[in-house]
Structures are given as structure tokens and as C-alpha cells.
């Protein structure tokens, strides 16, 4: 499997962002965004099943931020809005096919994408 996120970019306070990630080589249970800003540890975002139904969001992101996917072309999608300066982070989308679990600690799943880079200016 073949995570290639994209959509990254600069951004002023306030604004928006959809990040992407198409996925290539085989299909997933659970597909998640996770995030890393300079000098912290990688944090969980957002996740959810990849035939639909639950999600879960962190605290930080929580109402402001929609993660979806499109079946037909195999890619997920995170939309942020009210972007903050404290969302500069590189974005990771990951995958794991274990089972419908959307766990929100990184070392459950398998399959990761690149990263993405996301600076929001004050």
C-alpha cells in the first residue's frame, strides 16, 4: 500500500485547508490524519472507517475539521477551517486494515503517507 498525501500549504489565520491522500495497493478497514509541529510528538487528528460510519476527531480539531474519503478515485480528505497558528504542523495520513478500530495512537497503524506541510500565519 501507497499513502501520497498533498494540499499543504500556507495559509493565513482563519482560513481553510483540504488535505488529501490517495492510497494505492490494496484497500483499508480505518484511514486517519495525524499531525507533527516542530519539537512535539506526532499527534492523532481525525479517523474513520473506510466503507463510512463512525468517526472521531481530536479535542484540538473537533468542529471545525472534516475527514471524508471518495471511493472512486481511493482517496481520503482532511478539511480544516478557522485555521489557528497553533495548526502548523506537517499532516500524515495513515491506514490500518486490523480491524474497524479507530484508535487514535499512531503505532496501530501500518501504512503511511509522506506528509504534508501546513503554516498557518498569524
Known amino acids: 500500500v501507497q499513502l501520497q498525501a498533498s494540499g499543504g500549504g500556507l495559509v493565513q489565520a482563519g482560513g481553510s485547508l483540504r488535505l488529501s491522500c490517495v492510497a494505492s495497493g490494496r484497500t483499508f478497514g480505518v484511514y486517519a490524519w495525524f499531525r507533527q509541529a516542530p519539537g512535539k510528538e506526532r499527534e492523532f487528528v481525525a479517523a474513520?472507517?473506510?466503507?463510512?460510519?463512525?468517526?472521531n476527531y481530536a479535542d484540538s480539531v473537533k468542529g471545525r475539521s472534516t475527514i471524508s474519503r471518495d471511493n472512486r478515485n481511493n482517496t481520503m480528505y482532511l478539511k480544516i477551517y478557522s485555521l489557528k497558528p497553533d495548526d502548523t504542523a506537517v499532516y500524515y495520513c495513515a491506514a490500518h486494515s486490523r480491524d474497524n478500530t479507530l484508535y487514535t495512537r499512531q503505532t496501530e497503524y501500518t501504512y503511511w503517507g509522506q506528509g504534508t506541510q501546513v503554516t498557518v500565519s498569524s
Open positions: 474513520s472507517i473506510w466503507r463510512g460510519g463512525r468517526t
